[in-house]
């Protein structure tokens, strides 16, 4: 890694008190310029409920790839890895509750991450590490480089307690069909048997009309339907996450955080498609998540 010279940036303190500022959240992901993904879309759902945030950007983008041009980069590895280092040496993975990575860009920012993840998991006791597997979808197939799935199934889900793929990515990180529920409760009992305490598959085929959410652990299993909304925008699964785990360190049960995190995505998502505005509306997602719990009904299966 090359060297910088920050020593003209270097002062010293003025009555400033010395406690360290508390963190909830560290979130590792994408961040853009203009619309919602990665942490763009993850972080005002968490800030909105209160919760302090730690955002580690992985590419700084000016929007997303399906726009005719796209400006700024991935960022490198040795970036990346610095970025990483400082979280580190200010202590944050001992202080933060939950700990969510999204898009990496890189197969060599994955691999960074990893390296990241084996060394200080084991200083960091109460840090619970919720994976987002984001590789590609149904529709556009895979849009990252390949290595990439290899860093998710090897190294990062047996570190992971809560990994939230879609159907398309719990098929790729399986060799399992999954976009079927009975399909895709199977291949997320093969996930878990590498690691991981939970599993949301979301986007899983239901009726016509519908989508299913399934959450799926060692001795539940939870389903939830909601209505396939015609509308196809960046950041849905971020928000997904990011109010999940927001609910969860407020303490709410988990089958509850994740109805509350389907309702909040649904009725952001509709408000996008009535406002017809091009990028995911993720700021009416709190509001719905708060007033509307049980929109859709959560059933056991098991």
């Not at 960091?124 to 919720?130: G, K, T």
């Not at 998710?152 to 570190?159: G, T, W």
């Not at 950041?235 to 049960?253: N, R, W, Y």
């Amino acid at each position: 890694m090359n060297e910088v010279d920050h020593s003209h940036l270097v002062h010293g303190r003025r009555q400033r008190p010395d406690g360290p500022l508390p963190v909830d959240v560290i979130s590792v992901q994408s961040q853009l310029v203009y619309g919602h993904a990665g942490n763009s879309a993850a972080v005002p759902p968490l800030r909105a409920l209160g919760l302090r945030v730690a955002e580690i950007p992985t590419t700084l983008l000016s929007n997303a790839p399906f726009y005719s041009t796209l400006r700024g980069r991935v960022l490198p590895a040795d970036w990346f890895a610095d970025l990483l280092l400082g979280t580190q040496e200010r202590g944050l993975p001992q202080r933060a509750r939950m700990l969510v990575s999204g898009y990496f860009g890189s197969v060599d920012n994955g691999t960074a991450f990893a390296d990241w993840l084996d060394e200080v998991l084991p200083q960091s006791p109460d840090l619970r590490y919720c994976l987002d597997p984001v590789i590609g979808d149904t529709h556009t197939g895979p849009y990252v480089e390949p290595g990439l799935e290899r860093v998710f199934a090897e190294r990062l889900l047996p570190h992971a307690w809560l990994v939230t793929p879609n159907a398309f990515e719990l098929g790729r990180l399986t060799g399992m069909p999954a976009l079927e529920q009975e399909d895709a409760i199977a291949a997320s009992r093969k996930l878990l048997e590498r690691g991981p305490e939970w599993v949301i598959a979301h986007s899983v085929s239901g009726d016509p009309g519908e989508l299913v959410t399934l959450a799926i652990g060692r001795e539940e299993i939870w389903r939830w339907t909601s209505p396939h909304l015609p509308v196809d925008v960046a950041g849905t699964g971020d928000v997904l996450m990011s109010l999940l785990v927001a609910f969860l360190i407020k303490g709410h049960t988990f089958e509850d955080s994740v109805g509350r995190a389907i309702a909040g995505v649904h009725a952001a998502l509709e408000v996008t498609l009535s406002d017809g505005v091009e990028e995911f509306d993720v700021l009416a997602a709190v509001p719905a998540a708060l007033a509307t719990p049980h929109r859709f009904r959560a059933e056991r299966l098991a």
